[in-house]
């Protein structure tokens, strides 16, 4: 996992660049420039360290649509509603490199007055579309994409003056990935960090978001162990400015134990591979899972999140809106759910709730499963985080419930205990500490006694359906 | 129980398997043979691995909203292929947005698709729909 | 605070009756039966009790339409929605035994199709109207009435199959009035008191609710003082289920805290009265100040509301909409504020986040300070609760901040420390322990800090406002 | 700073009086004279007042909905009671439900009101129309 020369960053540059015309119009040199020139209050990094320094959880939408124009307009509602963080989320196309369809989808969506693609498709809009964004707005801006290769999409994205990216070569390859080698995908995602590392030479910090998206049922531990890995792998090319995280469980304890543990435990591994001048934050992203049609309980999952994420103390959150249930929400849908998150954590921001004795618990707990997975992985990888990711995998000591990923064990079988937590029923080779095992076997047992014949599989499609049916537990009777 | 032989698949440059994994879950104890393809499958790959294990019915799921723009052509490539009167279903998050359903079931049919479930669809019905419609195939009452 | 001798109810019910021509068909007998017959489930004081026994946090909005067929149609979206108790919120005119002009604005909305009225006018429509609605839903039903007088409406409510009302002759003059003396509402109080407990004693139970709804800025230790010295005055009449309340200030440890100490403080002084074999349940309303126009906020307010009333374990909470600051919400947005909250409810109710020591420690304050309120008041009532409510109200003992009526002392002035907790600024005559009140101070001094000029006034005016503006404290800056 | 008396009051079965008092405090503040007659006011009360004091101007709050059938005929008993010409202004949420601005503010204009206020409103946009109204009515500016 040694640092990429330039010789090798520039040449595989040439051939990413090649892929759409508008890789011709990126100038390293020139990029470098027009962020320096920005001002500091509209780089994500200085306002994600400014949030830390106040104790403040900032809040960012996704919204992406196919048109430029229409694109501006939908982020200015959303940063009238008091988006911190403005998001490009980007089309399926884009994310999947088929730029001539995101192009047909482009071009239908403008006869039609409508976007027919699910995103913006930002290769497409180009270096200089990205910076009509860019201007248009006072907030900072994320190009948010997933998936094993997004190279294109971060050249255009960052020379058009976005200051952060959604990245990370396990979270995407298992999330977004089917048999995308996650080797290949690892050499992908390296390149895209030493280009950020290129530019944190020349003064200008970018952000890098890890995170797992894939989270109906996953537990923290998993996901926060495969973003430890791609912040140990980011790092290494360079990566100065990195958030660690993971989506919203609804369980408060846990969720905000989370919030609590992962920064802490990033810098460790960090530490101990000797990578230093990294600043660290935390993010978590409202429920990720199937949400209820109905919109008065999408607002409660909502706000539950935004709960979480002050006991936890978020640097950031990522939003849902009323209408996701749906499908891509109407701007004004979008905004309310920006609006209700801000006015959760603007309320609750002085009230000093904690501490909270159930939270320490469950910090101990998750301490305890994301080290004993890091290291087992680690120690597969003969201390090399690129080996322990893909070993890691292979072995089934990171296992991820529902990836599609065709590496991917699926052995690990999660469930709800009797207090909604996200507890392993069946850890597969997943190593969580005897001890913790056999509590969460307790802890599961709990809730099997009210449901002595169930299956454990009919158990997790009752819990996949159950919060998009208006509940957390699905009771009998 | 059926014993009718299943493709299933999510199309196109889509990811989203949750929903259909607990579909092939669900079909697999009611009997079916189901044969998935996956996230991000082809057209191609539809009719080449319905050709390859006779099908009885191809169901594509579509969430990320781009099935407007993936999942018409796909009957006109099973007659190419020779699967004339293959039952085909359709269901997801279809379109981009909240659009009225009357619409956007109107265009799914008229791409040929025999039924269009929308998002939070039970497998409960979907297995009842596929049982009646085999049977009527067969000319047989299920 | 004698219990009435039937002979005196009976005699001034005659003249109660004779107010309006509804009144003439009510028959006591006659109703006590039609009650005996209708089955437990759908009478509030056995869902209370079954709540109670389950830990479960019952859900009721506020809803009230002129006519007939309107106000069934919306119960029965609210009872979709997923309400367990439904209201019928009775119009101002009725509340002032302005019944003519009620009618005049009853049939004045029949003809343009739409409520000109701002509730149901329950009196006009009758004993055989009122079973329609009773009839025409599953769930117990409420009448929503507040004034110093409200005997009529009574009667003609609870003959016609409603099992609970909101109640208080402490709490409806300081909230509802001006110069209703407050001597004369305890004998109107005690004559709908007296009539509750003839029910109870013909085996017919029906629940009291007890809280203040005026709410904005006042510290829960008035608010439950008056609620606990109403309960007194009810329990001398025979009332046999009561429940005690408030309103949500949005300090979510000050109001778990109030739900926690509420019943117990209550009970303490009903057995020290003597009055025993009350069931005691608890409720608190969402946030009864100015709301924000922004729907998105109005949720955060409303679920919030909700995570208060699952950490104080609230027997009942009754919920607000998002249209609130517009006006009567639709009856979507209704349900909406409804399902919101039961979803919240739903997801949390499992999870045991308690103990939270900040929890325990405003309990240990308020428990403090409504015991050196109420003791106060009865030592200069003589031991007599009534006497204690009059001379309490005349020595500035009970003060609650913006009440409209003429006797109270407007000498208490709160405002919110700097963590948002509803402290008194200056206390007036009301008897807070003197550590205590050196706590408020200490707590209001760290804000005060941050805008050291500022007058008390102008801090209330800031306060009162803040929650409308999208905020708790407002910040400057 | 104004010298002007105002009469001020909640209208009808209205028992709101936060907000009244809210905007009565910023009135005293500008200087204005104000008597209130608090909660539960009826348009005779607001007349006599009016006429006692030789008001310049009233100004009605209603916060309950009940502003429809409370508010009409004040204008009429103003002119009755010789108080021609006064200043009448009435704010508040002044119908039952969210009803489009424009049509409730032009009900009220109608009833005779000089100016309408949806609830909301800030006591220094009032201070600064009564300021203006004043000096109008005097033929100074303000
Ligand atoms: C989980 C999820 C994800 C996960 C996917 C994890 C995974 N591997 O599946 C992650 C986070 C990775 C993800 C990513 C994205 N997502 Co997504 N996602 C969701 C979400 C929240 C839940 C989907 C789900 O799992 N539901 C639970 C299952 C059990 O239900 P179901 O999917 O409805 O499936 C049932 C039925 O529909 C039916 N069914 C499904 N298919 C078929 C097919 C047939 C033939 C039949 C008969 C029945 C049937 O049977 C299933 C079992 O009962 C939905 C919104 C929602 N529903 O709340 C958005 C949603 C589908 N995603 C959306 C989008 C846009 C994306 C992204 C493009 C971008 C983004 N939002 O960041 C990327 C996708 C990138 C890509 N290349 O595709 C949009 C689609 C927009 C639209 N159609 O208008 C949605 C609707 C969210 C929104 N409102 O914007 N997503
Ligand atoms: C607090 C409150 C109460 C308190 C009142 C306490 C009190 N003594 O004032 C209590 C709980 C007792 C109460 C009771 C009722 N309420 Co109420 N209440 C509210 C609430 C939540 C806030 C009002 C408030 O204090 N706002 C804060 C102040 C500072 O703002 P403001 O009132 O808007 O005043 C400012 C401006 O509007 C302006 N202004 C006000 N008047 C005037 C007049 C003039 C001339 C001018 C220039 C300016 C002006 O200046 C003020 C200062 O800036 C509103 C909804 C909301 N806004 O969120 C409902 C609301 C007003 N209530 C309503 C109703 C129906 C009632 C009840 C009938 C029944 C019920 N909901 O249970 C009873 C009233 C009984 C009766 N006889 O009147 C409805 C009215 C419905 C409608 N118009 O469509 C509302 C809108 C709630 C709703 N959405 O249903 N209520």
């Known amino acids: 996992m040694a640092r990429w020369d330039e010789d090798r960053f520039l040449r595989v540059r040439r051939e990413v660049l090649s892929q759409w015309p508008s890789g011709a119009r990126v100038d390293l040199n020139e990029s470098a420039a027009y962020h320096r020139a920005m001002p500091e209050a509209r780089r994500v990094p200085w306002k994600l360290a400014w949030a830390q320094e106040h104790g403040q959880t900032l809040v960012q939408p996704r919204a992406g649509v196919a048109g430029l124009e229409q694109h501006i307009a939908l982020l200015r509602i959303l940063e009238q509603a008091g988006a911190d963080f403005l998001p490009t989320t980007v089309d399926s196309y884009t994310r999947e490199r088929r730029y001539a369809d995101a192009q047909r989808g482009l071009e239908q969506s403008l006869v039609e007055r409508r976007s027919l693609l699910n995103g913006f498709p930002a290769v497409n809009h180009g270096v200089d579309g990205c910076r009509r964004v860019v201007e248009s707005v006072n907030m900072p801006l994320f190009v948010r994409t997933a998936a094993p290769d997004c190279r294109l999409t971060h050249e255009v994205a960052v020379a058009g003056g976005f200051t952060a990216c959604t990245a990370g070569p396990i979270v995407f390859s298992l999330g977004y990935a089917k048999d995308y080698p996650v080797q290949n995908a690892i050499e992908a995602w390296q390149y895209t960090y030493r280009m950020v590392g290129w530019y944190a030479e020349r003064g200008v910090d970018l952000n890098v978001e890890h995170y797992l998206a894939i989270s109906t049922m996953v537990p923290h531990a998993i996901a926060l162990a495969c973003a430890i890995l791609d912040s140990l792998i980011a790092a290494a090319q360079g990566v100065r400015d990195i958030t660690v995280g993971f989506g919203q469980q609804c369980h408060l304890a846990q969720d905000a134990a989370a919030l609590r543990v992962c920064a802490r435990l990033c810098r460790r591994y960090l530490d101990a591979a000797g990578l230093s001048g990294v600043r660290l934050s935390t993010l978590m992203t409202q429920w990720m899972g199937g949400f209820p049609p109905d919109e008065g309980q999408a607002f409660a999952v909502i706000c539950l999140g935004a709960v979480a994420a002050y006991l936890g103390g978020a640097t950031d959150m990522v939003t849902k809106s009323a209408q996701e249930a749906a499908g891509i929400p109407t701007p004004e849908a979008n905004a309310a759910g920006v609006s209700a998150s801000k006015m959760v954590l603007r309320m609750l921001a002085d009230q000093k709730l904690a501490p909270i004795p159930e939270i320490a618990r469950e910090e101990a707990i998750l301490e305890a499963e994301v080290t004993a997975i890091v290291d087992r992985a680690l120690e597969l990888g003969d201390g090399d985080a690129t080996l322990a990711a893909v070993r890691g995998i292979e072995a089934g000591i990171i296992d991820v419930p529902f990836s599609p990923h065709r590496a991917n064990a699926n052995k690990a079988l999660p469930a709800r205990d009797w207090r909604g937590a996200v507890r392993l029923l069946r850890p597969g080779q997943v190593p969580i500490p005897k001890e913790i095992q056999e509590y969460h076997q307790a802890e599961l047992a709990r809730r099997l006694e009210h449901s002595p014949s169930r299956l454990p599989w009919e158990l997790l499609l009752e819990d996949v359906n159950a919060i998009s049916r208006g509940m957390l537990l699905e009771r009998s009777g | ?142």
């Open chain 2, 1 to 142: 129980m059926s014993t009718a032989t299943l493709v299933t698949g999510v199309i196109g440059a889509d990811i989203h398997n949750i929903g259909l994994r607990i579909l092939e879950t669900a079909l697999e104890d009611a009997g079916f043979k189901v044969v998935s393809l996956g996230i991000l499958a082809t057209p191609d790959e539809f009719v080449r691995a319905a050709v390859e294990v006779s099908a009885d019915a191809i169901l594509v799921s579509s969430l990320n909203g781009h099935g407007e723009l993936e999942c018409p052509g796909l009957r006109g490539k099973c007659q190419e292929g020779g699967l004339e009167g293959i039952i085909l279903y359709v269901g997801g998050n279809l379109v981009v947005g909240k659009q009225p359903w009357e619409d956007v079931q109107g265009r799914f049919l008229a791409m040929g698709y025999d039924r269009v479930y929308p998002a939070g669809t039970t497998p409960r019905q979907v297995i009842l729909d596929l049982t009646n419609d085999l049977a009527a195939r067969k000319g047989t009452t299920p």
